[in-house]
């Protein structure tokens, strides 16, 4: 599932110089050696990653459409038609919406849900499977389902449901704010059992003494899940919040396939209005300004909120 | 301490009622596979009073299915395969020998962990269509090639948690690189790159955005492809899309209870903090 890939942060301690090789033994055909082992990751750098990235800031500069070969300096034209466009500020508001619903949602869920999967109970495996299993599946192919339990005809199973006790029928998917909540809504659905899981990992690292000997002090259950388990799983919510948060601005799937980012534009994504300008109607220029804004907004994010939760971890630690 | 046995049975009680809620979806997905057109818009979530197989007979007789299915496991192996490959030649590289340059380069190379795919989409679509790779596999295992960068980083990460003195010795035995690599490396980080490599599997398997923006001939559409598209097919025919779904998630299935162990400690070698 693209929305919420698993980027660990294992990958980001770069630095661990161990060197345990690191004399130049072998001289020179030994360090051609190591630089033809670096040459295929190098080219996929820069072919897939600077040139592509150049160009996108560059053509952002300019008004750059792909049917002429020309591309004129217009300075920030671009930005300003961004903040502007209603479609595009409707996409950037969803997506900001839906990144900061679903990570708020996730984390308010998959914690108490951790607890509970972690304590001992009959047919544990098989809960912990069935709440882990929509991370499985494409989040396009869950979208399409979804679009047909929530379908406003009578046959939409929800419909359907609420029909029988005397409701409805609900316009889930034509009504903005309601579309709004229903693709947020299934976003965690799909996604909660995923992060318990890996809550439940760090859980199971807490040793069980803490537990006893604040049992011992008198302390209830409500005291040791807020003095014990939450400050010991930080490192844990670190993880989670900073997947999602980034999964989240990255969202196209779910959205395009659930409502395509209708009614008019309520569940528009930043992803969808790059696409759509940029291939689809052959806008570069535009396009390009979102993607450089787009870049910029998810580095900020991300490194605002490592800093952040680094910053209350050290407070725990 | 033990908890009371009641306890105990409550709580057993409320999860399951809970996952059988969040279960709710899949299982209207399955039980309409088995059921008219008629019956699913008169009774969508009972049970088919009699199961009819025609849905399935039906997909399963569309050579569009198997195509797709050929052509999305085409996509994930070869790009699967080529991004563990350059993610862990580049990692050995880089652990061996902690050159100044190697250093910058692996500073550099963060670029490509956190940027997001949608801020080069359009410069590299662009570029595909001049070597006339859209609308081809190849095409798209190209674009998934990008991914090799974040195989890097784990492989990397797994490697300086290794003995490395059996690579100084098989050095020192004379192996040339590529020897110490294929014979001693590999085999060594093999646990990293089946982890990585399932995380990686799923993404391209599962990806929508690359094969929905590259991808416009019916021939060469991917499994998730094929599913978006059974939906205009079948507007009104929503047992035939359910079944559709159905088959589209099997291997998804089977992967998943095949794997099902390495995920989870993936989960936690991925993300236990380093």
Redesign the interface.
Known sequence: ??TL??????????????????R???GWR??A???A??L???A??VF??????G??LW?SFTDFT?YSPEAAFVGLANYRVIVTDPSMLAGLAFTLLFGVGTTLLITLLAIPLAV??N??????N??R???F??A???????G??????LSPL????LN??LGKVGLGPVSWLSDPTLARLSVILVGV?AAT?WHA??YT?YLQSIPQEYY?VA?IDGATPRQQFFGITLPLLT??I??STFLLM?GG??V??LP??LTTGGPGFSTYT??QS??VS??GQGR?GL??AL??M??LA??AL?FGQLWLTRLVEKRFA | ?T?PAWR??A??VA??L???L??V??Y??VVNTFKTQGE??A???SLPTSPVLDNYREVLSDPRMYRSFANTLYVTVVSVVLQL???A??A???V????RL??I???????????????????????LVGFELVDTLNGLV??Y??G???C???V??YM?TLP?EV??AA?IDGA???QI?WHVVLPLIKPILVTVGI?QS??V?????LP??FISSPDKRTV?LQ??NA?TEFTTN?PM??TV?VI??VP??I??VAT?RHI?S?????????
């Not at chain 1, 399409?144 to 339990?149: A, G, H, K, T």
């Open positions: 599932m693209t890939s698993t980027r660990p942060t294992a990958g980001l301690r770069t630095s661990g110089t161990r060197a345990w090789l690191s130049p033994s072998g030994q360090s050696a190591n630089k082992f670096l295929p990751a190098i996929v750098f897939l990653f600077i040139i592509p990235l160009q996108t053509w792909g509970q999967l304590k001992a109970f009959r047919g544990r098989l809960v499977s069935i709440w299993f929509p499985i599946p494409s989040m396009a192919i869950l399409l389902v979804w679009r047909y339990i009578e046959s939409g199973a359907t449901v659905w059992g899981v890996l990992a006893e049992r490192p844990a670190v993880i980034t601005l990255k196209f799937d395009y396939t930043i992803t790059i696409v940029g291939v570069y396009a390009s993607a450089v787009f870049t998810v580095a991300s | 301490m908890v105990r049975a709580l057993s999860m399951i809970l996952a059988c969040i279960a979806p899949l209207y997905v699913m818009v009774s969508p979530l490959l350059v993610g030649l580049a050995y590289a880089m061996v020998r902690t050159s190697n250093r380069l692996a500073n550099l190379l963060l670029i490509g962990f956190v940027v997001p795919g949608q801020s080069t989409l359009i410069p590299l679509y662009r570029t190209v674009m090639l990008g090799a960068i974040f890097y980083f784990l990397q990460g300086r490395f690579i100084e050095r040339h690189d590529w690599f995380f799923m993404w398997w599962n990806d929508f955005l929905t923006v998730v599913v978006y939906v929503w899309f359910m779904s589209a998630l998804m299935i992967f998943f099902q989870a993936g989960l936690l070698a991925g993300s236990v903090k380093g």
